[in-house]
T-cell receptor, first 116, second 113 residues
Framework: AAGVIQSPRHLIKEKRETATLKCYPI?????VYWYQQGPGQDPQFLIS???????DKGSIPDRFSAQQFSDYHSELNMSSLELGDSALYFC???????????????FGEGSWLTVV | AQSVTQLDSQVPVFEEAPVELRCNYS??????LFWYVQYPNQGLQLLLK??????LVKGINGFEAEFNKSQTSFHLRKPSVHISDTAEYFC???????????FGAGTILRVKS
């Protein structure tokens, strides 16, 4: 079965640079979530989109922005990178249309961002 | 607001022994409960979920969990673990009125031979 696809899988950036992560949700999933998992930490919710509109916002820094496009893929843009942004960034997707009543969220493999 | 507490940060256990990973939650609304597993350097994989109905839910890899509303718990169990079960396990909750998952701090299960 198709899963959530994230790219790139690994990314190394220098401080103050910009990074963009991409996420392709499971087909027919119209909701996308972004999570950040720091070393030894639990995943923290950043932001979510439903039908290309922001649906919820968590602990996302102002330096970060995200959007969902017409084909439902999403991009997380991170600017002025700091050492503390080094983390595993998960994208996840779920169907909102009632086919999965628990709104089960399916995660991608994650994108490792290292800021040096 | 919801929160999840995983009472054990690490659980060492011998192979073929039973294991229980504890999870307690708090929420002012109805919740859905999940267990995810994360193998080293990998993503999060759904083990099982509780939506409604039977309080005992069975998941993949022989795991099961029991929802206890009065104790606000959703403990994960496996009667006999394997070396390959070594991983970090996250309990998570989502509200029936929202979608985002709130995770616990995770429990590292270390299975020893």
């Amino acid at each position: 079965a198709a899963g959530v696809i994230q790219s790139p899988r690994h990314l190394i950036k220098e401080k103050r640079e910009t990074a963009t992560l991409k996420c392709y949700p499971i087909p027919r999933h119209d909701t996308v979530y972004w999570y950040q998992q720091g070393p030894g930490q639990d995943p923290q919710f950043l932001i979510s989109f439903y039908e290309k509109m922001q649906s919820d916002k968590g602990s996302i820094p102002d330096r970060f922005s995200a959007q969902q496009f017409s084909d439902y893929h999403s991009e997380l843009n991170m600017s002025s990178l700091e050492l503390g942004d080094s983390a595993l960034y998960f994208c996840a997707s779920s169907p909102q249309t009632g086919t999965d009543p628990g709104n089960t969220i399916y995660f991608g493999e994650g994108s490792w961002l290292t800021v040096v | 607001a919801q929160s999840v507490t995983q009472l054990d940060s690490q659980v060492p256990v011998f192979e073929e022994a039973p294991v229980e990973l504890r999870c307690n939650y708090s929420s002012s609304v109805s919740v859905y409960l999940f267990w995810y597993v994360q193998y080293p350097n990998q993503g999060l994989q759904l083990l099982l979920k509780y939506l409604s109905g039977s309080t005992l839910v069975k998941g993949i890899n022989g795991f099961e969990a029991e929802f206890n509303k009065s104790q606000t718990s959703f403990h994960l169990r496996k009667p006999s673990v394997h070396i390959s079960d070594t991983a970090e396990y996250f309990c998570a909750v989502s509200s029936s009125y929202g979608n985002k998952l709130v995770f616990g701090a995770g429990t590292i299960l270390r299975v020893k031979s």
